[in-house]
């Protein structure tokens, strides 16, 4: 079963807008990150944040991490036609083990 | 391009048949995980190794699905007499375990092998 949702299932913006997806989780984490998925491809890996992290930045994307609402954004910031396609946040858990568990995703489309 | 390998990247296949899958992991990739994507979710863990170990299986990888690691490098998942809603999207990630210089073992996906169950 899915740990989580993401909100919004579905976001369509222009080249240059930025881009914001939200992530909830269940239980209580060890790190969180989020993978990028083209169509029918596999998931590329963008960033990690740990639970004892509140705020990540990599490039154009900002990754913030509230563990007391269990929730964590993406922010992909001046968006381009390629950063179109589904986002997912993965939760890794606090005890032991490697699973990872993912979000429902969010499909971003950025119009040229 | 030393990435995760997948073959083959799509099969289709008659209800009852058995399949099975092949993962190259990254070389120096001592974990190796499996999971299954149907169309508009995400990616759900099947079962992970450790070397040639299998640590750690989800209650979705039912008596049909079998996996194995059998030199702790590539792996093969055969999934027996197939059915319907077996169709999705296998994915095979792998990773280093944590420790020394490895905070996170930050897993790294193959482009998956595409099942389709007639």
């Known amino acids: 079963s899915q740990q989580g949702e993401e909100d919004p299932q579905a976001l369509s913006i222009q080249e240059g807008e930025n881009a914001t997806m939200n992530c909830s989780y269940k239980t209580s984490i060890n790190n969180l990150q989020w993978y990028r998925q083209n169509s029918g491809r596999g998931l590329v890996h963008l960033i990690l944040?740990?639970?004892?992290?509140r705020e990540k930045h990599s490039g154009r994307l900002r990754v913030t991490l509230d563990t007391s609402k269990k929730s964590s954004s993406l922010l992909i910031t001046a968006s381009r036609a390629a950063d179109t396609a589904s986002y997912f946040c993965a939760t890794a858990p606090e005890t032991s083990g490697s699973r990872l568990t993912f979000g429902e995703g969010t499909q971003l489309t950025v119009n040229p | 391009d030393t990435g995760v390998s997948q073959d083959p990247r799509h099969k289709i296949t008659k209800r009852g048949q058995n399949v099975t899958f092949r993962c190259d992991p990254i070389?120096?990739?001592?974990?190796l995980y499996w999971y299954r994507q149907t169309l508009g979710q995400g990616p759900e863990f099947l079962t992970y190794f450790q070397n040639e170990a299998q640590l750690e299986k989800s209650r979705l990888l039912s008596d049909r699905f079998s996996a194995e690691r059998p030199k702790g490098s590539f792996s093969t998942l055969e999934i027996q007499r197939t059915e319907q809603g077996d169709s999705a999207m296998y994915l095979c990630?792998?990773?280093?375990?944590?420790?020394?210089?490895?905070?996170?073992?930050?897993?790294?996906f193959g482009p998956g092998t595409r099942l389709t169950v007639l």
């Open positions: 070389s120096e990739h001592n974990r």
């Open positions: 944040i740990r639970s004892n992290e």
């Open positions: 990630a792998s990773s280093l375990s944590p420790g020394g210089n490895v905070p996170y073992d930050t897993q790294y």
